[in-house]
């Protein structure tokens, strides 16, 4: 060891003891640097890697849409083998009713009204009456002066039922100025209390109801009458061919510009704000308007609402930004193209704009038909919104704001047809979600997109018995809780399994 090192110590005094030329010591100047340079580039490029590796670039700190595959994101949920089953079963006989008649006045808008006319086609079959063909609402909200002829095909719809029930377009002409018993059917009623209802016989020959919703209870009903309203609701009131063949055309057209398209029902209108009293992310004024409107609308017996409860229960219709938050967080693409599924947004772009700077590819009905093919449809709400329905039943997702009426019976077709993707929003969860994102406590991105995605995993439409209403409720309140029968007809009009369903 001394030995090395006295060797070594006594070669470099020799060297440096010699006199060198200029030349080589400009030589061993040069390696020394370019050495010297070579160290320092290798040691700044693993401060760096390291520096990279403690802190996030830029572009990772941004909240990014995850892009889910196509499968995830539009097809329909499995449907175990399930169909559409309306048959009756043997034992089973129509109505006659040639002596007896029954009519009607249906209440309320498109989809409340076709639930209350398949309801009355169970109603006068339990009752062994004819119906003639049911008066629809002038007076609600819209104003629409259809007739029945205008929106359905009134011989279909006779044809159809002929076995189940006798319909006829008007009254006998020696029965029209005759006395009648009229009768406002108690609400969520079962088959017992329409057989009671048949002792009107004795005394009267025509019977009037007078509103034609929910007069049916949602459960416990015999095998038959459900069907019955199956038959009504999917097959016999289809739509009149002036709607059925635009319908058709639109559908064309939205699956020309896209290979898919989302059918959106934004909820977000006057009369839908007013009466659940839902002011967030309104104005002073505007928030004040719905309130004279609610306060001047009679039949709206409840007049002050607390907006806030009422947001924070789930039971505002999401607004267009809050959509919009939500389409992104579930994974969907800015150029997924979008069907505006409803009427006159309220505050107009001033609103919509919230949702359309995110899902610019927004299109209507306005857009997709021209102003000849839809001037036979102007000022007539309920033919406006059965092209709204044809839509939205042949769309690949159909995705409702608010758990109307509308929103009910498409998902219900939909679960009929073969449970086609409808995603239902947890309001309740998401505006919890949605606060968080306010608050600045949670940001966009793929941690809040999982969250509201893990929300939603079993809101597809996936096959699931009907659910009754909430424990602890009782009473005449628990009927009225129940699922709608018509919003998802499983397990009377749904079957071919052996298996239980309860999956969503």
């Known amino acids: 060891m001394v030995n090395f090192r006295g060797s070594s110590h006594s070669k470099s005094s020799s060297i440096f003891s010699r006199r060198s030329s200029p030349l080589s010591i400009m030589l061993y100047v040069f390696i020394l640097f370019a050495f010297s340079i070579f160290i320092f580039i290798l040691y700044s490029k693993d401060i760096l890697e390291d520096e990279e590796k403690k802190s996030p670039s830029i572009s990772e700190m941004k909240p990014k849409s995850e892009q889910l595959p196509d499968d995830i994101l539009w097809d329909a949920p499995f449907s175990y083998g399930l169909r559409p089953c309306v048959k009756p079963s043997a034992r089973y006989k129509g109505a006659q009713g040639y002596d007896r008649y029954m009519t009607v006045r249906s209440n309320g808008g498109l989809n409340q009204m076709r639930a209350g006319i398949a309801d009355m086609v169970a109603v006068a079959h339990i009752m062994n009456a004819t119906l003639v063909i049911p008066q629809l609402d002038k007076r609600s909200f819209w104003q629409d002066t259809s007739i029945f002829s205008d929106i359905f095909d009134e011989i279909h719809f006779i044809m159809t039922l002929q076995t189940d029930v006798r319909i006829v377009k008007e009254l006998p002409k020696e029965l029209e100025s005759a006395p009648r018993a ?76 896209s290979e898919r398209y989302i059918a959106l029902h934004l909820r977000y209108e006057k009369d839908m704000l007013s009466f659940t009293g839902c002011t967030h992310g309104l104005t002073e004024a505007e928030s004040e308007e719905l309130r004279v409107m609610r306060e001047n609308t009679n039949h709206w017996k409840i007049k002050n609402i607390n907006a806030t409860e009422q947001r924070i229960g789930g039971l505002c219709p999401l607004t267009p930004k809050e959509v919009g938050i939500f389409l992104q967080a579930l994974g969907y693409p800015p150029s997924t193209l979008i069907y505006i599924a409803a009427g006159e947004i309220y505050g107009g772009n001033a609103h919509l704009s919230e949702l359309t700077y995110r899902f610019p590819n927004v299109v209507y009905k306005e857009t997709l038909a021209s102003k000849g093919e839809l001037k036979g449809f102007s000022n007539h709400a309920s033919q406006s919104a059965a092209l709204d329905y044809i ?23 939909r679960r009929f047809l073969g449970h086609r993707k409808t995603v239902t929003p947890d309001r309740r969860g998401l505006v919890a979600l949605f606060d968080m994102l306010e608050s600045g406590v949670q940001k966009e991105g793929s941690s809040f997109s999982h969250l509201v995605r893990k929300l939603h995993k079993n809101r597809q439409g996936g096959p699931r018995q009907r659910e009754g209403a909430p424990s602890g409720v009782k009473g005449r309140a628990r009927s009225r809780l129940e699922e709608h029968f018509y919003q998802n007809p499983y397990p009377e009009c749904i079957c071919g399994s052996k298996i239980t369903v309860r999956w969503t």
Not at 207 to 218: G, I, P, T
Not at 396 to 409: L, T, W
């Open 391 to 413: 839509i939205s039943i042949e769309s690949d997702v159909f995705i409702p704001s608010h758990s109307g009426n509308m929103a009910r019976a498409v998902e219900g077709h």
């Open 182 to 257: 009229r009768k406002h059917f108690s609400s969520w009623s079962g088959v017992s209390y329409y057989e009671e209802m048949t002792q009107i016989w004795k005394d009267y020959q025509i019977l009037h109801v007078a509103k034609s919703d929910s007069r049916l209870a949602n459960n416990d009903l015999p095998l038959d009458v459900q069907r019955l309203r199956c038959r009504a609701f999917y097959h016999a009131l289809r739509f009149s061919p002036a709607i059925e063949n635009l319908g058709k055309k639109l559908v064309e057209r939205l699956q020309s510009r």
